[in-house]
């Protein structure tokens, strides 16, 4: 069990927790090295490491799953790998396609319940580093998709799991970012998902997909709908809300999963937090009254800290010798 996040009484409000470690600009000086993955399809995984695995040696590889048009730039990421070298272990952040700077080969992008590559990555490195314990970290959409991931009935391949801030229902959570102020999270977040298609027709990979006029689209279930869910093999936006959503599904994982939920999450509503009977055994919830959007700052103002990075490579830890 794990003590609860307590927010300070100077940054007690949702959205400074949610923007502050973006607008405090942290300087991190990570000698970090990159690799670049072909995958099955005859794609890419951009990879960052903060240092490259010995075959021989059994230090633990922690794997970071970073959010919607996530990277290594974001603040979340840079900080938990900073955190994990400092833990002796060795970071891994693999970026989902099109958010590494450079847009992928093939029509796919990624999504919330888009696996495969996640799966192809820890295969590979269950076979290039066997004596490494593999654990890994999620963030928000990279969260839940790593909950769906834990919850296929093959092995995980991995000791232990860290999801943070995971939008578990995809169709509430579309919802609430079209109500008040998370209405500028949706429109940031949306400028660059378009982004993100302006950069893959440049490559020709769509070409043969029907984009419909993309740069209109205002909301995510929108964008969903005509992008998303045409794109990757679903009926329709409801349709992939209700096969990704990794709610229902918590009941079935059976790797050691830590769940951290702010009540307060701009980006949620309170029916997407589980209650304990709605996981299984192997999953211990991190639920605080507040915390924001991947936030959880403490601290006083002049030196705030992040609980985030104290946290859980602490809790992580206790898997650290694990193999599978």
């Given at each position: 069990m794990i003590n609860s996040?307590?927010?300070?009484?100077w940054c007690g409000n949702a959205h400074l927790q949610t923007l502050l470690p973006t607008f405090l600009n942290r300087q991190f000086r990570l000698p970090l090295q990159h690799q670049t993955l072909t995958t099955p399809d005859n794609?890419?995984?951009?990879?960052?490491?903060t240092e490259r695995p010995w075959a021989d040696f059994n230090k633990p590889i922690v794997i970071i799953f970073h959010g919607l048009e996530g990277s290594i730039h974001s603040p979340y990421a840079q900080g938990m790998m900073s955190?994990?070298?400092k833990a002796g272990w060795i970071g891994l952040l693999m970026h989902f396609r099109g958010c590494s700077g450079r847009p992928n080969l093939r029509a796919r992008s990624y999504h919330s319940g888009e696996t495969s590559d996640a799966r192809f990555l820890i295969n590979w490195l269950k076979q290039q580093y066997p004596a490494h314990p593999l654990m890994a970290i999620g963030y928000s959409l990279g969260g839940n998709m790593l909950l769906n991931l834990l919850a296929e009935p093959q092995p995980s391949g991995l000791a232990a799991t860290v999801s943070v801030s995971a939008p578990?229902?995809?169709d509430l959570c579309s919802v609430r970012l079209q109500q008040g102020f998370s209405r500028i999270y949706q429109h940031h977040l949306l400028s660059r998902m378009k982004a993100n298609v302006d950069n893959k027709v440049s490559t020709g990979a769509l070409a043969e997909f029907p984009l419909p006029n993309y740069k209109q689209l205002s909301t995510f279930h929108?964008?969903?709908?005509?992008?998303t869910?045409?794109?990757?093999?679903?009926?329709?936006a409801a349709d992939y809300y209700q096969q990704c959503s990794a709610f229902e599904k918590l009941t079935s994982i059976n790797t050691p999963c830590l769940l951290i939920h702010a009540k307060d999450d701009p980006f949620m509503t309170p029916e997407v937090i589980p209650r304990s009977d709605q996981v299984s055994a192997f999953v211990e919830l991190a639920i605080s009254e507040k915390g924001g959007h991947v936030g959880f700052v403490q601290g006083?103002?002049?030196?705030p800290t992040f609980w985030l990075e104290q946290t859980i490579p602490t809790w992580l830890s206790q898997f650290s010798k694990s193999t599978l």
């Amino acid at each position: 069990m794990i003590n609860s996040f307590k927010a300070p009484f100077w940054c007690g409000n949702a959205h400074l927790q949610t923007l502050l470690p973006t607008f405090l600009n942290r300087q991190f000086r990570l000698p970090l090295q990159h690799q670049t993955l072909t995958t099955p399809d005859n794609d890419f995984l951009d990879l960052v490491w903060t240092e490259r695995p010995w075959a021989d040696f059994n230090k633990p590889i922690v794997i970071i799953f970073h959010g919607l048009e996530g990277s290594i730039h974001s603040p979340y990421a840079q900080g938990m790998m900073s955190a994990i070298k400092k833990a002796g272990w060795i970071g891994l952040l693999m970026h989902f396609r099109g958010c590494s700077g450079r847009p992928n080969l093939r029509a796919r992008s990624y999504h919330s319940g888009e696996t495969s590559d996640a799966r192809f990555l820890i295969n590979w490195l269950k076979q290039q580093y066997p004596a490494h314990p593999l654990m890994a970290i999620g963030y928000s959409l990279g969260g839940n998709m790593l909950l769906n991931l834990l919850a296929e009935p093959q092995p995980s391949g991995l000791a232990a799991t860290v999801s943070v801030s995971a939008p578990l229902r995809l169709d509430l959570c579309s919802v609430r970012l079209q109500q008040g102020f998370s209405r500028i999270y949706q429109h940031h977040l949306l400028s660059r998902m378009k982004a993100n298609v302006d950069n893959k027709v440049s490559t020709g990979a769509l070409a043969e997909f029907p984009l419909p006029n993309y740069k209109q689209l205002s909301t995510f279930h929108a964008f969903d709908q005509m992008i998303t869910a045409p794109l990757h093999g679903f009926a329709s936006a409801a349709d992939y809300y209700q096969q990704c959503s990794a709610f229902e599904k918590l009941t079935s994982i059976n790797t050691p999963c830590l769940l951290i939920h702010a009540k307060d999450d701009p980006f949620m509503t309170p029916e997407v937090i589980p209650r304990s009977d709605q996981v299984s055994a192997f999953v211990e919830l991190a639920i605080s009254e507040k915390g924001g959007h991947v936030g959880f700052v403490q601290g006083n103002i002049q030196r705030p800290t992040f609980w985030l990075e104290q946290t859980i490579p602490t809790w992580l830890s206790q898997f650290s010798k694990s193999t599978l």
